[in-house]
């Protein structure tokens, strides 16, 4: 919880930080045009890539497989997709990152593990 607190007061400082400066160096209207059109593209992107993972999970629960690697990646597109919405460089980049298959899949494995180290310590319950 503490580092959710640092992160939501870094990120936007940072943020404002990095909004400021490539207004002094590039004007005002580029900035908002780039920042427009990220939140467009990124909206796109994520909307495309959204619905085909939606479709994944459908034909693998169709044959009775578990989509859990599909879930993860639904979760990550969703993520991806929420920061390229936010104003800003910085989460513009995290979140066009997380929209790149290859990162995907690194995020992915990252979050099994943690995953899988969360419930083997007994701290999450999972009731059939």
């Given at each position: 919880?503490?580092?959710?607190?640092?992160l939501m007061i870094i990120v936007p400082a940072a943020e404002i930080g990095v909004l400021l400066l490539s207004g002094n160096t590039i004007g005002l209207w580029p900035t908002l045009a780039i920042i427009l059109l990220t939140g467009?593209?990124?909206?796109?992107?994520a909307k495309k890539q959204g619905i085909e993972t939606i479709r994944k999970i459908?034909?693998?629960?169709?044959?009775?497989q578990m989509p859990g690697d599909a879930i993860l990646e639904g979760a990550c597109i969703l993520i991806g997709g929420t920061l390229l919405l936010a104003p800003g460089f910085i989460t513009d980049a995290l979140g066009f990152t997380l929209l790149l298959p290859s990162a995907r899949?690194?995020?992915?494995?990252?979050?099994?593990?943690?995953l899988?180290?969360?419930m083997n310590k007994?701290?999450?319950?999972?009731?059939?």
């Open positions: 919880m503490r580092y959710i607190l640092l467009v593209l990124g909206a796109y992107l459908q034909d693998q629960l169709r044959y009775g899949k690194v995020l992915k494995n990252m979050l099994y593990i943690g899988k180290k969360w007994g701290t999450i319950t999972i009731i059939r």
